[in-house]
């Protein structure tokens, strides 16, 4: 739902008609989706999520908040996103028809991200990874200094490790720019501050991978043209706004847990366990005000069995 309302929203002031073919491709995805959860929990008789309504969560008459460039780059790494949540999900389930489901949302995603990385390509928008020379020969690790990191002399970074500091660089980078857009639209002071803060904690974070990398002369993504429009006009429901935080809280937490178990210089490890504290801590208060407005939809929990037992 709150993929059809975000990019429904982004169609309708997309002038770039490439970029609009992908987001056009991203929305027929949602409301298919949409469609198919719907008859699924309509099936197995469980109320049907809440979530989102275009008519109440989504301003039409407001003026653009993110450029075109913006709007394909969000749509890339929701491809990501994606991928990586369907790939937990299928390997989860049990029963045919939904592996078959989530099988399909995964070929999806795939088409979904190939899409938008073409044309990012094709107009020069897509930022590459850093690169290593290529090996010679296999090599094994031979003293346990490869793990050392504090002080000292410490081996350069391996390829595995380059890869999450980027991917986590451009997530980070991705949440700042739209938590600073959603900071300038948000009707409640408080959801602004916290927008404000999570702002500050992803630039803070595009700071520390991006001088991992400098540190070992490797270049860092740059910002490039991704700052949202000068517009303070209301676009969506503080609601909306606060979920797609949330989200990325969830998926910065998830990915930096990866890295750390895939990090083995202790160096990036003592990185990688202060971020997340601080993800953790602004997720934390960031479910505490969606509970207070009533925002957040619980998802179907076990019996109390205590509770259950008390009431005889």
Not at 156 to 181: A, C, D, H, K
Request: with cysteine; glycine share 4%.
């Amino acid at each position: 739902m709150v993929g059809v309302c975000t990019i429904a929203s982004f169609i309708s002031h997309i002038e770039d008609r490439e970029i609009q073919s992908v987001l056009e491709f991203a929305l027929s995805l949602s409301k298919s989706h949409l469609q198919k959860l719907k008859s699924l929990f309509n099936e197995e008789q469980y109320p049907v999520p809440d979530g989102f309504q275009q008519e109440h969560d989504v301003i039409k008459e407001a003026p653009r908040l993110f450029t075109d460039d913006f709007c394909l780059f969000y749509i890339q790494n929701m491809g990501k996103i994606g991928l990586e949540f369907y790939t937990t999900a299928l390997s989860n389930a049990a029963r045919l028809d939904i592996c078959e489901y989530f099988t399909e949302c995964l070929n999806e995603s795939a088409r979904l991200l190939n899409k938008a990385t073409e044309i990012m390509l094709l107009k020069g928008t897509f930022i590459r990874a850093p690169f290593i020379p290529t090996p010679s020969k296999n090599e094994y690790v031979q003293k346990q200094s490869y793990m050392a990191g504090f002080f000292g002399h410490h081996r350069p970074l391996n390829v595995i490790e380059i890869s999450n500091i980027y991917y986590n660089l451009i997530q980070n980078q991705l949440g700042r720019t739209l938590l600073m857009g959603f900071s300038q639209v948000a009707s409640s002071e408080e959801v602004r501050e916290y927008l404000v803060r999570g702002r500050d904690i992803a630039d803070k974070h595009v700071e520390i991978f991006g001088s991992l990398l400098s540190k070992e002369f490797l270049p860092s993504a740059s910002a490039w043209d991704t700052m949202p429009t000068t517009s303070t006009t209301k676009t969506f429901s503080d609601k909306l706004i606060m979920f797609h935080a949330t989200s990325l809280n969830a998926d910065g937490i998830a990915h930096y847990g990866r890295s750390l178990a895939l990090s083995p210089r202790r160096d990036l490890a003592s990185h990688y366990t202060r971020l997340t504290s601080e993800v953790l801590n602004f997720a934390e208060d960031g479910a505490n005000i969606m509970i207070n407005n009533g925002w957040l939809e619980q998802p179907p929990q076990a019996s109390d069995r205590d509770l259950l037992s008390s009431q005889q």
